[in-house]
């Protein structure tokens, strides 16, 4: 359980989403289509999309381990990026590599709980190191 809180502060966003906006562009990618996960992806997904310019943006919803309300007519859509506040249990990866499999993706997040292995699918702006509960300034304390 996580007793204490660690809030970020928008200036903490912007160093977040530049540091992350530069690890994915030096992946040399040319994205097709930015995907926001609602809820905690959705401002991140917006301010990486300015960063990279890339105006093709949908958002999904993950419920009860599947996905919602997306857009089947992509077909045409072939490097995706999949934005995501926070990397914690790695659930929601897994979902979205389940889905998503058929499809050149890369996945970013602002923060990870903690160092991902040398997935070269995975981009993160930070590593926490730290079991604090995160609280972003769009989310109420």
Known sequence: MYLKKD???WNDIENLVKKTSLKIKKNN????LIIGIKNGGIIPAILIS???DINDIE???IRKNKIFKF??????KKYLLIIDEIYDTGKTF????EYFKRFEYDYACL???YRIPDNNKILTGKVLNHKK?????????
């Open 133 to 141: 509960w995160i609280v972003f300034p769009w989310e109420n304390g």
């Open 111 to 113: 923060v990870s709980r």
């Open 7 to 9: 809030y970020l502060d």
């Open 71 to 76: 857009n089947k007519f992509h077909k045409d």
């Open 29 to 32: 990618k040319k994205y097709d």
């Open 59 to 61: 958002f999904i919803t």
């Open 94 to 97: 897994f979902i979205v590599n």
């Open 50 to 52: 300015r960063e990279l």
